[in-house]
């Protein structure tokens, strides 16, 4: 019993990172659960990537990392609108040159100053032992805000899911509940690098969101199931990288991720079985 | 077959003199299409409380244009359009929409009941609370489509025609001054078609009109007004007038009429990529601008 709990109990960075994750994880499963079903999955993924230029430029300058990750975020929510609306390629060609360019961008400006080659490290990868209380309280408003939008704007979101046609026609204009959708992406991202990274709060975003999607027949299910892995990976993972000394926010995404195989995997088998079960009792096969 | 589409009142054809007072479709000279590129133009409309409208052509000819202009979701290239005495879109509690099928039903995790609900939002807003007229008016919908014992079911369970039941059944529940629907019986079962029909009559009793686009040949002809579509106007007057042979030719591009039969539903219209019984091949009519492409849903 003490391997599971001590850890927490008698550290305090473990206390605060495992507190950290639990709210990245919480607004991850509330936006992931819009990223998964909208299929923004590339452009959230873009959003994760697109904030490495403003990090690393708020560090050259002395300022705080979230503070440089926001103005990235917003800068690519504004890129991915402009190459969407305007490009003749697909979006996704458009919005991948968009991220690799801020991904190279933000490399070459670190690269450039020796000073903080060691934090390139941190900002792809996280640095959730790190997390200190001011941290944490900026979480967990990020969090509350995330939800109280999310609550608010439930039905136009629900129906942008549902079909963007439907919204406009209902009165609810679609791309400005897009926009507000990204901009809730982009926050849950710039709050979230600090734990896992930009490279790994992609998958913060859509394992546990994914997870949720193939167990909750209601949406609101979907965002508590994907809250309750995302937080439970974060447990898992810190626990096997204190014991094991892995690197932690890589640890807690492949403990997420991996719980996105362990469901399909079970749901897939379930599936099967309730085909096995439809077709003998129809006596005719199902398409 | 009894024309239940048809308002009881004698609907009006298009009038010489723009009278807006009591339409709730009213074009002049209107000019739709994409992205500046004209589709259809011309078009001159009155639709009036408790009438019908069937828009009939191929694919591409301009039917999914004009709905999505009259919804407000494409701007007229041209011309004049008020609907509900506003631009279209300025009213969204008062017109329900239905356009094809969503391919996002069977992935959202959504039961039937909430597919349903979806059509109180304009109504209600951000915020507002679910009123019991408006949980009446979900139940009810779900019970004139049939599936109010699917109300918990998730809709990734159901089958294409109780899918659009399911649409249907939203499209009734927000109780419409102006229904627009984008073939509404693609996919669906003869029971299902039976419901819509008698639905939606009742709809027209109310004082609801309505606007379908349709491949089907029998069921417009049931309607006050059929405007004939090739990326122009054919023709606009009651079925009886506008479903002639020769018409239906400039439309489709081939017919095949029962000499046996005078009835206009009696016409076997060709075309193309469309899966129902009145299918014959031809080509002539399919143009490279596949603006209807998703007319046919693959279920």
């Known amino acids: ?287 | 077959m009894t024309a239940r589409l048809s308002a009881a009142t004698a609907s009006a054809g298009v009038s010489d003199v723009l009278d807006t007072t009591d339409s709730v479709i009213s074009a002049r000279g209107l000019a739709v299409g994409y992205g500046g590129e004209v589709v259809v133009r011309d078009i001159d409309l009155d639709v009036h409380p408790g009438g019908s409208l069937a828009l009939v052509g191929t694919n591409g000819s301009g039917k999914s244009t004009l709905i999505k202009t009259l919804v407000g979701l494409l701007p007229p290239t041209a011309g004049s359009v008020e609907v509900l005495g506003r631009a279209p879109g300025g009213a969204p509690s008062r017109i329900a929409y239905h356009s094809q099928f969503h391919a996002s039903g069977y992935i959202l995790p959504i039961r039937v009941v909430d597919v349903v609900r979806m059509a109180r939002y304009p109504a209600l807003g951000l915020v507002g609370r679910m009123s019991a007229r408006d949980h009446e008016l979900v139940e009810e919908g779900m019970a004139r489509m049939g599936i109010s014992h699917l109300a918990r079911s998730p809709m990734r369970s159901l089958s294409g025609g109780q899918l659009q039941r399911v649409y249907l059944a939203q499209v009734l529940a927000r109780e419409a001054d102006l229904i627009v629907v984008d073939e509404p019986t693609a996919g669906i079962d003869a029971g299902g078609r039976e419901l819509y029909l008698d639905a939606f009559a009742a709809e027209l009793q109310r004082g609801s009109a309505i606007v379908t686009a349709t491949h089907d040949i029998a069921e417009a002809v049931e309607y006050d007004q059929v405007l004939l579509l090739a990326r122009r106007v054919v023709a606009l007057g009651s079925g009886r007038e506008v479903l002639t042979p020769d018409q239906l030719m400039e439309t489709f591009g081939i017919v095949i009429q029962d000499p046996h039969e005078e009835h206009a539903g009696r016409f076997t219209v060709a075309e193309v990529a469309h899966g129902g019984p009145q299918t014959i091949d031809t080509r002539c009519c399919d143009d490279e601008d596949e603006v209807d492409a998703a007319d046919t849903p693959s279920a």
């Open chain 1, 1 to 287: 019993m003490e391997y599971l709990l001590d850890p927490f109990l008698n550290n305090a960075f473990m206390t605060r990172a495992l507190l950290a994750g639990v709210l990245v994880s919480i607004a991850c499963a509330v936006v992931g659960t819009f990223v998964v079903l909208r299929g923004l999955a590339f452009i959230g993924d873009a959003l994760a990537h697109g904030v490495l230029p403003g990090i690393a430029a708020a560090i050259l300058l002395g300022l705080p990392g979230m503070l440089g990750a926001a103005v990235g975020a917003i800068v690519m929510i504004g890129g991915v609108s402009l190459v969407t609306r305007r490009s003749r390629l697909s979006s996704d060609t458009a919005i991948g040159m968009l991220f690799v360019a801020m991904l190279a961008l933000g490399v070459v400006m670190i690269s450039a100053s020796d000073a903080f080659q060691g934090d390139l490290l941190a900002i792809l990868f996280g640095q959730i032992l790190g997390t200190s209380w001011g941290q944490v309280t900026i979480m967990a408003a990020a969090t509350v805000l995330v939800i109280i939008v999310s609550v608010l704007a439930a039905r136009p979101f629900l129906l942008l899911s549902f079909d963007p046609e439907q919204a406009d026609v209902a009165g609810f204009p679609s791309r400005r509940y897009h926009v507000l959708m990204l901009l809730l992406v982009a926050l849950t991202v710039v709050v979230a690098f600090q734990t896992v990274g930009t490279l790994l709060v992609f998958g913060m975003l859509l394992a546990p969101a994914a997870a949720g999607a193939l167990l909750a027949h209601r949406i609101g299910s979907m965002m508590v199931i994907a809250a309750v892995i995302g937080s439970a990976s974060t447990y898992l993972g810190l626990l096997i990288s204190y014991w094991f000394d892995y690197a932690a926010g890589a640890t807690i995404v492949l403990v997420a991720v991996t719980a996105f195989f362990v469901v399909l995997a079970l749901s897939n088998v379930r599936d099967a079985g309730r085909h096995v079960a439809t077709t003998d009792a129809s006596g005719e096969t199902l398409s």
